[in-house]
RNA sequence: GCGCCUGUAGCUCAAUUGGAUAGAGCACUUGCCUACGGAGCAAGUUGUUGCAGGUUCGACUCCUGCCAGGCGCACCA
């Protein structure tokens, strides 16, 4: 059993609108899910849109394609899914479902399980998503944090909707910061061993975790370097710190549930040769020039505010250089669509890397760049300041270990990512019903444990027909109901990027089963076919729970 | 000064990307435990959607101008 509704209708609109030439136009057919029940389970406002081209009045053209929709479904032997169709004030057309089509939505959860809401496009894009990328010269802190959960679970999103999705680490190993670190190291590592009379390096990194890294390197080394401040030594002391930093990275991620296919690194893959030959393709294009002995890109002639300098005038490249040949070899590596997921800080930086990708021959919407606002965290409402300069911070290892790692996933995708997000670290630590992520997986849990009761029965359960027509009550049909959108809020969140708006949904959702659970019984051993057609549903509902929470990156648990 | 983001109930936030009467939770008031998990449910109160215009059948949503907050404006990365 596999149809759907929805996109007939919208074909069939479609059809209509050009058998009966109401517009020569391109109208987009819509169907949304009205907040109110009185106004059906799904509106179509295509007699609106249609106002100025038929030159009639909406309720006119609303009556008129109510008509023809009835004939079409009739034709397409779907009548029986609508129970009835209602034209209302301005020219909405309100289509009420059947019974037989809300049973339809439980039989294709049943049947379709941990792939309901999933969909296989012909035309997958590949879409390489690019996240958290931090320089390997710290912990990772809570923009990181963020930035992670959602692009793990915006990767999962697309992934589900039919895309081809790869996540990757930018490793940014190369260049001053990570000499910094070296020098920051090697101070350390010479300050431990005694030596007086020796600044901290000026730019250098303050964090405690490189003291701990100077004694690995008195473990491993001994004193050899203690007067030894060649570049060389340097170079080495770098290497050893952005290698065990990297490693500390990727456990932190790992525990935080978020799983890179490929970690690039820059040292290792954008080569001198890369950058230049890139160069060179610019300078073809005749988008290169010198000025005040530096290089310049005309990124203006692409929408950015002004030119960028590519080489400075000591022969050395921006951070730029390498990364517009970072952004040409991912497309070179056979991806359609990129997107790169950065923190707020970076917003100056997107104009320029999108001319570079159109400089090279790319569309603008081929690269996404989606900016993650900062979270603030709070505890007992004061707020937490974090600065990675000055080395005082909250890191991810850290705020996991506090909250743990369902509450810290689920809470850093609350809220729109173009918004900033307030982390009330004492509200993510409460196990009551106040605290969002308990709530959901509440739901699911109290499922199970229906389940569980019922499991002695389950022979006997099993040998009763389902009987969906006992599910009439209004909290079964608002439950049906608001699994069926699970596939648009999906949807949503693939057009807007942003996770956010599931996590509403389950909320809602797991509010829609407490208030159907509170109001009617769903086991009872003497009501065999109540019980059976109950169990079914509340099952249904579990199973949407558990996709929804998966693709968030949160656990569904059987207990708590 | 320029650019990006934000501004919705006392607080934290929604609102299916332009839809119909702007909704949840917290807080406050009141009920509901001899039934599958009370980590729950039900009911009540709460609004000039920062301000002023504009676009249209319709605006929290789009446009313009203000106001407030955050962030960014390098031959740094």
């Known amino acids: 059993m596999s149809y759907d509704l929805k996109n007939i209708i919208i074909q069939s609109i479609k059809e209509i609108i050009q058998e009966h030439a109401l517009t020569n136009k391109d109208v987009l057919i819509e169907i949304e899910n009205p907040k109110e029940p009185q106004f059906g389970d799904w509106s179509v406002n295509t007699a609106m849109k249609l106002v100025k081209d038929c030159k009639k009045p909406p309720l006119e053209i609303a009556k008129f ?323 990675t300069r000055a080395g005082e911070y909250i890191t991810l290892e850290e705020l996991i270990e506090e909250v743990g790692c369902d509450a810290a996933r689920f809470f850093f995708l609350m809220r729109r990512c173009d918004s900033q997000l307030d982390f009330d670290l004492e509200l993510a630590k409460k196990h009551s019903m106040d605290n969002p992520v308990y709530y959901v997986q509440y739901a699911h849990a109290r499922i199970c444990s229906i389940f569980e009761s019922a499991n002695q029965f389950k022979s006997e359960l099993e040998n009763i027909e389902i009987n969906f027509d006992l599910l009439a009550e209004q909290e079964c049909l608002d439950l049906i109901r608001r699994m069926n959108a699970f596939s648009d809020v999906l949807e949503l969140c693939a057009l807007t990027l942003d996770p956010q708006a599931l996590t509403t949904y389950l909320r809602q959702l797991a509010a829609d089963f407490h208030g159907f659970y509170s109001k009617h019984r769903v086991f009872d051993e003497s009501k065999g076919e109540l019980s059976r057609a109950r169990l079914v549903l509340i099952g249904c509902v579990r199973q949407v729970i558990a996709i929804g929470l998966k693709l968030l990156g949160v656990s569904a648990p059987d207990k708590m």
């Open 65 to 387: 394609l109510n008509e023809k929709l009835a004939e079409k479904l009739k034709q397409k032997k779907m009548e029986s899914k609508i129970a009835k169709i209602e034209i209302k004030s301005p020219g909405f057309i309100n289509i009420f479902l059947s019974a037989n089509a809300m049973h339809d939505v439980l039989r294709m959860i049943l049947e379709q399980a941990n792939d309901f809401g999933k969909t296989n496009l012909k035309n997958k894009q590949r879409i390489l998503i690019e996240f958290v990328s931090a320089n390997p010269t710290g912990p990772l802190s809570i923009a990181h944090a963020r930035q992670a959960a959602v692009g793990e679970s915006l990767a999962s999103i697309l992934a589900f909707r039919g895309q081809t999705v790869s996540k990757e680490y930018y490793i940014n190993d190369y260049g001053n910061q990570i000499r910094n670190l070296g020098l920051s190291l090697l101070f350390r590592y010479q300050e431990k061993l005694g030596k007086k009379d020796i600044d901290f390096p000026e730019q250098g990194y303050k964090g405690d975790y490189l003291i701990e890294l100077a004694q690995k390197m008195i473990d491993a080394e001994g004193s050899n370097f203690l007067n030894d401040n060649s570049e060389q030594t340097v170079k080495k002391f770098a290497e050893f710190a952005a290698n065990s930093i990297l490693q500390g990275i990727e456990q932190e991620l790992k525990d935080f549930g978020v799983e890179f296919d490929q970690w690039f690194s820059q040292k290792d893959h954008v080569t001198n040769d890369k950058i230049n030959q890139v160069l060179t393709e610019l300078k073809n294009k005749n988008l290169i020039y010198e000025l005040d002995g530096a290089t310049w890109f005309k990124s203006t002639e692409f929408g950015d505010d002004k030119d960028r300098v590519v080489i400075k005038s000591d022969g050395l490249f921006t951070y730029l250089t390498p990364d517009i040949a970072y952004h040409k070899m991912k497309f070179d590596r056979g991806f359609d669509k990129l997107i790169d997921i950065l923190g707020p800080d970076h917003h100056g930086y997107i104009n320029r890397i999108k001319a570079a990708a159109c400089a090279l021959g790319h569309n603008k919407a081929d690269l996404e760049v989606l900016i993650i606002q900062l979270a603030t965290l709070s505890r007992a409402g004061k707020p937490v300041k974090m600065s």
